[in-house]
């Protein structure tokens, strides 16, 4: 019997191999693994790629329970681990490029993904196309006889464009272009990668997977097809987590279908309100019409989250000052996914230095939000005051004027 979305996030990963009849593994810390006869030290290394205890790198038995956990509800044939979610991106890139090869890499990629790829593929002649995230099957015509990977991150960072996922694919398919998604913003459980032609499906688990805004780690899941050689480049890279963080990606996991569904809930409904407020140019958030490519949302997804950007009418950076600062429950910083709530402003012209293809022009700031797990009536009674003080400031500026 093919287990429920809800049951598999209680039971993936919990083999007695691995838990060893507790409910949850041990956390398991090794460097040396040790062997008493020389047959037992040579099955280890005969079966060193495929969860047998061989050395402190290749992973002990907590980290293949979260592995297990991973492709469990991620699908795909394998999970490599890394320290942090830009690891996995750049480690996954590099996993398949080499000198005289060229990508394709969406414009809206998160900011240090885009820093990578100018910097480091760029150094070792890896050359970079960015694409427009909407822009379907027009990717057709910037494919060259060298493109090695098409990646995709959807939503985009900051301006949430959600992507055609299923048709850029099956272009790059018919070239024999890898397909990478940075699947952080789905959790990896609300967009399923594999089922709408991902090659390796990429997360910061920094964010929902592990939840709580306390552990740095990445994951890539790879198909078959791709398992092999993602896992080995990796391993030669010196890839590795620790045995505790590995823990704790997987304990986030038994909670993740709960708080996405709150996260969702939550955010949907500041969203909504912040769409009645005359400050409001227009909101960001996948579910709604307002965001560029909700269709694919609807069609491709089974739930949001917490994150999400709406863009004011005006940029007037004095105004913005006086809305952050005053937050109560919103505080600024970077990275998302855990249990509070999160603000961060973009004035208008910061997206020209973010994006080379897809810039947005907006007039306005840009805020984006996560939105936590606190009531959500106090969340929006914080930004209505936010509104307050920011509305103080543009008054003054035009008397002023
Ligand atoms: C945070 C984030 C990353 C990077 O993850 P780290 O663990 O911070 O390195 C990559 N992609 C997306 C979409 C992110 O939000």
Known sequence: MSEGKKTKYITAGRDKKWTNGVVNPPVQRASTVVFNTVAEKHH?????????????????????????????????AGCALYPCGTAAISNAILSFVETGDHILMVDTCYEPTRDFCDQILKKLGVETTYYDPVIGEGIQ?????????????????????????????????????????????????????FDHGVDISIQAATKYIVGHSDVMLGTAVASE???????????????????????LGLRGIRTLDVRLRQHAENSLKVAEWLQSRPEVDHVRHPALESCPGHQFFKRDFTGGNGLFSFVLKTSYPRATTALLDGMQHFSMGYSWGGFESLILANEPKSFNSLRTVANPNFEGTLLRIHVGLEDVDDLIADLEQGFARYNALILEKETTA
Not at 58 to 74: L, N, S, V, Y
Not at 146 to 172: C, H, R, W, Y
Request: negative net charge.
């Open 44 to 76: 280890a290394g005969v079966n060193r790629t495929n969860k047998t205890l061989f050395y402190g790198r290749r992973g002990t038995t907590t980290h293949f329970a979260f592995q297990d956990a991973m492709t469990e509800i991620e699908g795909g």
């Open 141 to 193: 015509e910037l494919i060259k006889p060298n493109t090695k990977v098409l990646f995709l991150e959807s939503p985009g960072s900051i301006t949430m464009e959600v992507q055609d996922v299923p048709t850029l694919a099956s272009i790059a398919h018919d070239h024999g272009i890898i397909v990478m998604l940075d699947n952080t913003w789905a959790a990896g459980v609300n967009f399923s990668p």
């Open 225 to 247: 097809k791709y398992w092999d050689q993602l896992r080995e480049q990796s391993y030669l890279m010196g890839q590795c987590v620790s045995p505790d963080d590995a823990y």
